[in-house]
């Protein structure tokens, strides 16, 4: 079976989230089934500074787009570590120059970052389809960058090849004005139900036509499959999500275990594993990384405050994420003396104000406004426990990295952080999406911290959980059977 993965990034040629590690890790994955996958990616600036010299020129094509004709380069590149080839699309006008996303806080901003991934999405079904001799059995796209993908399949190039598309982001729709309509190959002349229902509030949302035209869709936990069919969850698209739910699925993302180990983690101070029952040794060493983690980071307070517990936060500083939570508890968390607070992450400006003014205030609350990776595995390793009180988490791996780290999440009961933590077996849960909820579960699991049988047998529940890709993979290549036929 011949799978073709397009999407927006990939790890480790380029990244900017979460995406970029499934459309990195799936193909390897799959691998083990059988499945032979490929990758396109638009070659963006960035790309070809970093990768050009290491890329191979194998083909060009041209597409009529905006009523012309476009000219556009294919070169080919290797993931490292599995053999998986990947094909960037070249053209300086709409792919290759520039930043990767454009920021679309204004109408011509977000034109531009329409046009160019219909630009890809066109390019990428013109080669595939005329051009190369490689044809996929399945194109598998990945959120609105590649949602007109299905429809110019089915639609326009009139192909069989079977389409799946993946929602990792809801929110994110990728809307446009209906100049995009000639792209798309739409004569307005001829009447076409999906786009001409999208086009009736006098915009095009690619997204939607993902939905409308895909031969499956899926998201990325089956919790998410289903709140996007809720008016609470569905970003506007929860009736027409409703109406496709009898090709709707979910799948929770893996985890790729040779960079979240921490058994092989380079980064920590010092490296551990679980052998057997026992967790003592998890704890001891869980202690010492915590130990020199806060010498590293020359914390100095009265207290010492590696004898108490650390409560870990690695995030983007959004409210999607649930900071509001945090400020709706502000007088606890500056008050309490029972366990560290250490956050790393940017975000939005007014969170990163409050952050940096609640580490002023309290000894307890430690805040760095960075991203840097090393640091983020090394408070993974210290940590005991992890906060993520998302308002909305369509799979989360964050959750996943603390319980291979020994550090208990405690997560809001949304999308995947519900998928994957179970309420006091190998983490804790709030329901309610108040910072009281929230103040409660910290309680909780403050004080259970202390109750060495109970905590252990925590730990030891939330280190044997397998969110390994071999796990995901085997439910994409039976979605893939399923489409193609051989289910």
Not at 247 to 272: A, R, S
Request: hydrophobic share 40%.
């Amino acid at each position: 079976m011949k799978v073709l993965q397009i999407a927006s990034e990939c790890t480790p040629i380029i990244k900017t989230g979460g995406l970029a590690d499934v459309v990195g890790s799936l193909p390897k994955a799959l691998l083990a089934y059988g499945v032979e996958a490929k990758v396109a990616l638009p070659l963006y600036e960035e790309i070809g500074d970093k990768f050009g010299h290491q890329l191979k020129a194998v083909s060009s094509g041209s597409i009529n787009f905006q009523g012309n004709e476009h000219p556009y380069s294919v070169f080919k590149g290797v993931l490292a570590e599995g053999d998986i080839e990947v094909y960037l699309f070249q053209n300086d006008e709409f792919l290759s120059k520039g930043e990767i996303y454009y920021s679309e806080d204004t109408p011509h901003r977000q034109k531009q970052s329409t046009r160019r991934f219909a630009f890809f999405s066109r390019a990428v079904v013109d080669f595939f389809t005329n051009i190369s001799d490689w044809k996929p059995d399945v194109m598998h796209c990945h959120d609105w960058h590649a949602g007109i993908v299905p429809h110019l399949v089915k639609n326009e190039y009139k192909q069989d090849t079977k389409t799946i598309f993946t929602i990792h982001n809801l929110a994110m729709q990728g809307v446009s004005d209906l100049d995009i309509l000639s792209i798309l190959g739409h004569d307005r002349r001829i009447p076409d139900h999906d786009i001409d229902w999208d086009a009736e509030d006098g915009n095009i949302v690619l997204l939607l036509q993902g939905i409308l035209a895909a031969d499956i869709i899926n998201t990325v936990s089956p919790s998410y499959a289903y709140e996007i069919t809720t008016p609470q969850f569905g970003e506007g698209l929860d009736k027409v999500l409703q109406k496709n739910k009898h090709k709707l699925f979910g799948i929770i993302n893996g985890l790729d275990y040779e960079v979240w180990d921490p058994k092989t983690d380079e980064f920590v101070f010092h490296q551990y594993e679980l052998r057997g029952e026992e967790v003592g040794d998890i704890r001891e060493k869980k202690f010492r990384n915590k130990v020199d983690l806060l010498a590293e980071m020359a914390v100095r307070t009265d207290e010492d405050l590696s004898q108490l517990p650390m409560m870990g936060i690695v995030s983007r500083l959004t409210r999607q994420k649930g900071f509001q939570l945090l400020e709706e508890i502000k007088s606890y968390l500056l008050e309490q003396k029972d366990f560290t607070l250490m956050v790393l992450g940017t975000g939005d400006d007014d969170i990163e104000r409050w952050l940096n003014t609640w580490e002023q205030e309290s000894p307890y609350i430690i805040f760095e406004n960075k991203f840097d990776e090393g640091l983020a595995h090394q408070i993974y390793a210290a940590s005991d426990m992890f906060l993520i009180p998302s308002k909305f988490e369509p799979c989360g791996l964050t959750q996943m990295i603390s319980m291979k780290y020994g550090a208990i999440p405690i997560v809001s009961a949304v999308g995947g952080l519900k998928d994957t933590v179970i309420p006091n077996v190998n983490g804790y849960v709030f329901e309610e999406f108040t910072g009281t909820a929230l103040l409660e579960t910290m309680k909780q699991a403050v004080h259970e911290y202390h109750e060495n049988k109970i905590w252990d047998k925590l730990v030891h529940k939330a280190l044997q959980a397998d969110f390994s890709w071999n796990v995901s993979a085997k439910q994409y290549y039976l979605l893939y059977q399923k489409l193609v036929g051989q289910l």
